[in-house]
Every structure is written in C-alpha cells, then in structure tokens.
C-alpha cells in the first residue's frame, strides 16, 4: 500500500514498484483514507509519506496502522528534524526511503522490511505454537491422576503438577527449588540421594514403561504413605529428570485386607483338619493309658503305641509352627544313617502289614545340616504319602546316598502315582487330594519349606499308575551331631553332690510328671508354679540350685527375666529352658539351652547333664 498525497510521485512509484514486480494494493492520498482501507487491503507493507494532506500525518496513521492491524510501515521523507525522528521511533518502522527515490536503495529497502516482517510473523508463530504446545503440555500435566515431578540436574524440583499438589501438600509456588528428598523418608534419603547420583551419572537411563519402584514417600504433614514411582529423562532446552509419582495407599490397604482374609481361610482350613488328627491322636493316647491301666501285662506294646502317637503329634505341630513362622528352622546336625536306624521301628509301626518297608543305607557316617526331629518329620511325611498311595499294599524304599559333596535320601514307592495337574501343585501350602478328614495339606509344603531352608533340594518323579519317587539332596557337613550322653549316672554334680533343679511350670500335670522323671534319676528337685513363687523359695533361704529348668512363657513374668534375677543372687545358675513355640519363637537365649515340647524323659536328663558340663569342657 501507497500512502503519498503527491500525485504525481503516487503514481511514479507505483508504476517503479510494479516493474519491479511488486503488488500494489491501494494508493491513498490521506492518513485517513489508509487507515480506512487497511482492514480490506491487508497490505503486508505500507509505504508511508510523513506529511500527508488531512488531519492526521503519516506518523500518526502508522502508529494506528501498527496497533490495530499490526501491518508495518516504510516512511517515505526529504528530511527529518530531530522530534520527528523521536515521533518516528514510537512507530517501529522498517525503514526509511529518502525522497528522491534512488532505484537500488528503494528496493533493496523494501525486500529488507519485508524480511524482516516475515521473520517477525514466523517468529510470532513459532511462539504461538509453544505457547499452544505448552497450554497442551500443562493441560496435561494438571489432568494426570498420577503425580508428576521434573528434577533439573541439581536434583531441585521445576516441575510438580497439581495431582503432587494433591498428593504431597505443597503448592508449585512452594515446591519448586526445593531438593527432591525434601518429599522422601529422612530414614532413607541418603541412601536415596546415592541412587540419584548414580541415576544421573548413568544418563538416566529410562525405566520400561511399566516398571514401577515401590517405595515410601513423605507428605508435607510430616505422614508417611507407599508409592510407585517411574523415573525417565527429558533432554529439552535442559536435561529434566521426571518422575511419575502414584499414591498405591488404597491398593496396599486392599491388598492387606485381602491377606488378612486369606489367612482367615487358611486358619479356619488348618483348624478343621488339625482339630481331626488331633483328636485322632489324643483317642489313641486315651485308649492305650486306660488299657495299661487293665492290662498292664501289655504295657510295653501299648507304652510303644502312645510314644508314637506323640512322635505323630509333634510332627503336626512342627508343621503349624513352621507354617505360622514362614520357614523358621533351628540348625542342628544329623549323622544321616543313624537317624534312619533309629527311625526305622516309628516308620515300621506308621505302615500296615500290606505295606513293605526297604531301607537301603549308603550315607555312611556323612552328615546334613539339620536336627535330627527335622529330618524325622521330613520321612515320615514322605513314608506318610506313600503308605497312602497303595491302599492295597505295595513296597516303600528308603535309600540314602553320597554323591561328591552332597548327601542324598530318596524315598520311592509302588503306588497309584501322580498326575501332571497334582504334581504342579503338590507343594502348595494346604493343597491336597484327600478328603477333609485325612490330612492337613502341610505335609509336603513342609518337607519342601525345611530342606531349602538348610540349602537341600528337592525332586520329584511320579507316572500314574507306577509309583512315586522323592530324591532330596542336602549339602554335607563336617560339624558333629549333637550326641548327648546315656541317661546313667548323670544325677551327680562336679563335686559327687547330687544336682539341684529348681523346675517352674505353669501347667500342674505337665511340673508334676517333670518332677517325677528327674527324682527318679536321683536329683534334687524343688518345683514352682510361676516366676513369683520361684523367687520366694530363692528368698526363703533355700540352699540354691544348680540347674534352673522353666518354661519360657509364664504368667506375669517371663523365663527369660526370672532366669536374670535368679543370676543375680546366683551367678553360675545354669539354665534350661522349654517352650511349646518349638524354638521358642524366635527369643534370644544367649547362650542357654532349650528343649523344645514335646520331649522325652531321656532327653529331659540328657539336656541336664549337659547344662552341668562345666563351661570350656568339651566332654
């Protein structure tokens, strides 16, 4: 567009710029009449004459040209005194062409303005465009449902969307600048900062979409609360290191409602098979003590049917207790062939008639790190499950092996066998395929949860129809087993005094059989019912004891404190301790001993004489 009030030069330059090959979409003599013309012109340039006939000059019609419709302007002028310079300026133009109009300067003035507009306008795009991207990006930010969180390299929040706002307690104002671990446990952010340096010396290498870190986050209340997180990096303008935050509160409170419900399951399952053969046990005990009592001319058969009954139920019980401790197992060490010797009658006597029993024994004197009740229970499940799968009889094989640094057992039987779908699922815990009332379905778990625990592997192979063979290998050991010493003789203390035991336990029958069994051997025994009443003796000047045999759960007061008050007033008090709890649960008895219920009366004494042994003498 023209803007000249001299026709003649209108026209002059008109006819100049169309050669030079220009569009030209108006000439208007006046300010007025460009201004009016502008909106339907839409001139990319104007080429504007300052003194213009009308009211408004060219610097006053360029100046509305510009702040309306944002089109730029040329001046065209033979001269320019220093405020119409300053006026000038206020408009921005793209050039001054100075009257009369040279050919090169006019047009290489005008390409230059046009230039420079349209870098402008593309400017002006670009920056539109970032905005737009940016409005989308924050959009999406602040619509996420899961935290967003950008670190620069300093490890200093610059990004923190609304869901952090939500979800964290700061604002975006308050948040950023601050160290990341400002939102992690104080307990852990040392150890966090550590992994943040090594993240970013790595290059921040991106996880997989889907990999999320459990972990624990902290709120700006000072509460606690589990999260997953998802860290990637961003190199933009400058590299950020992104985080997606999700709160997983609702999730884990669902999961340990869900876990509380299974093991309210799982209770209610052990109960109603527990409670069978417990009481299948305790009618055995019953009826062979009142057949002693009328026939004690069979007391050893029937004193043999009760030992096993209880050998039965502390297998039971070893299994609730491993179950209920997720594979806690107390280290022993067991000289193989021998426990299998000794086994051999109880495996015997777990058979019918129809059901052959083979041991071959190949160990020698090799050794596996476990106790001997542990390896007991782990056969006579095993014998247990055979004896079951031949209903009409058959063979079970006992074998035991060495194979260069591992012992091996393996038990196989003639019976019905397995199918693939039971094999898959044999060693799940209360998994089994018979009915209610003959099993728990803690058998196998067991066996499996005892033999990995101490390092030891089991295998099996099974096809319907031929019999079932279970292969457990075991490291070997070079400790010795324990070997307590024969329960002749032992009454007597280092100096040829008899010993004495002060005994405490809470349940009546089972202090008075204990008494009983001790005496026999010709200790002396005081007994108590409860902590209270063993310190009164201690305090009513009885003579001392040597041996101190308690219970560890008492009422009110604990085994484990009496035995530390007794030592006070009696420092080389030895101490024995028994628990119901197997291993008592996990309570640290320092250098103590424990036996675990139910025991025998020969390893009742043998554990005396042992705690008599002065400390240091290997004998």
Not at 361 to 373: E, F, T, W
Request: glycine share 8%; net charge negative.
């Amino acid at each position: 567009m023209i803007v000249e009030d001299e026709h003649i030069v209108a026209l002059e330059l008109e006819h100049r710029l169309r050669r030079m090959g220009f569009d030209i979409v108006g000439n208007f003599p006046t300010g007025e009449e460009a201004v009016a013309n502008a909106a339907a012109a839409a001139p990319e340039l104007v080429l504007m004459d300052i003194g213009l006939a009308g009211e408004m000059d060219g610097i006053a019609a360029a100046a509305l040209l510009r702040s309306e419709y944002s089109i730029p302007v040329v001046f065209l002028t033979a001269y320019a005194d220093d405020a119409t310079v300053e006026r000038l300026k206020s408009t921005e133009p793209l050039g001054y062409v100075l009257k009369p109009f040279e050919q090169r300067a006019l047009h290489a003035t005008i390409e230059t303005a046009l230039f420079r507009r349209r870098a402008e306008l593309a400017r002006a795009e670009a920056e539109t465009a970032r905005r737009r991207a940016e409005a989308r990006y924050y959009s999406t930010l602040d619509n996420s449902p899961d935290a967003i969180i950008s670190v620069d390299l300093e490890g200093k929040i610059v990004v923190f969307n609304r869901a952090a706002e939500r979800m964290f307690g700061y604002s975006f104002d308050e948040a950023r600048g601050l160290p990341l671990d400002t939102l992690i446990p104080v307990a852990v952010r040392e150890h966090h900062r550590d992994h943040l340096r090594r993240y970013f010396a790595s290059g921040g290498a991106p996880r997989a979409m889907n990999e999320r870190r459990p972990m624990s986050a902290l709120r700006r209340d000072g509460s606690l609360f589990p999260i997953e997180v998802s860290i990637s990096m961003v190199d933009d303008e400058q590299p950020l290191h992104t985080a997606v935050v999700r709160d997983i509160s609702e999730r884990v409170s669902l999961e340990g409602k869900l876990r509380r419900s299974q093991q309210a399951e799982a209770v209610g399952m052990l109960a109603a098979s527990v409670i069978h053969d417990v009481n299948n046990l305790l009618t055995v005990i019953q009826q062979a003590a009142g057949l002693v009592r009328r026939r004690p001319a069979d007391h050893e058969e029937l004193v043999d049917t009760i030992a096993g009954a209880v050998t039965r139920g502390s297998a039971l019980t070893r299994q609730l207790l491993l179950f209920a401790r997720q594979g806690s197992v107390r280290a022993g060490v067991a000289e193989l062939d021998t426990t299998m010797q000794r086994l051999r009658d109880l495996v015997e006597q777990f058979t019918p008639e129809s059901v052959r029993v083979v041991m071959e024994l190949g160990a020698g004197v090799a050794r596996i790190p476990l106790d001997r009740h542990r390896l007991e229970q782990i056969v006579l499940n095993l014998v247990a499950n055979a004896r079951d799968a031949m209903p009409l009889g058959g063979v079970i094989t006992i074998r035991t092996s060495v194979s260069r640094e591992r012992v091996n057992i393996e038990v196989a039987d003639t019976g019905s066998g397995m199918p693939e779908r039971v094999l898959a699922q044999m060693f799940e815990p209360f998994y089994t395929t018979k009915d209610e009332t003959r099993g728990t379905g803690l058998g196998l778990w067991s066996v499996r949860e005892v033999v990995e625990s101490v390092g030891g592997r089991i295998d099996v192979a099974s096809r319907v129809g031929e019999g079932t063979t279970f292969v457990i290998d075991f490291p070997c050991t070079l400790d010795s087993p324990s070997q307590p010493p024969p329960p002749t003789a032992v009454a007597q203390h280092v100096d040829a005094t008899p010993a004495s035991i002060l005994v405490v336990e809470d349940e009546d029958p089972l202090r008075r059989i204990l008494v009983r069994t001790l005496e026999m051997q010709g200790f002396h025994v005081q007994s108590a019912s409860g902590a209270g009443e063993a310190l009164a003796l201690l305090e009513r000047g009885a003579d001392g004891f040597d041996v101190l045999l308690t219970d560890l759960v008492l009422p009110i007061m604990g085994g484990l404190e009496l035995a530390e008050r007794m030592r006070r007033f009696l420092p080389r008090l030895r101490v024995l301790f028994m628990s119901g709890y197997g291993d008592g649960m996990g309570a640290d008895l320092g250098a103590n001993m424990m036996l675990a219920k139910p025991f025998s009366g020969d390893e009742l004494v043998a554990s005396i004489h042992q705690s008599l042994v002065p400390r240091g003498d290997p004998s």
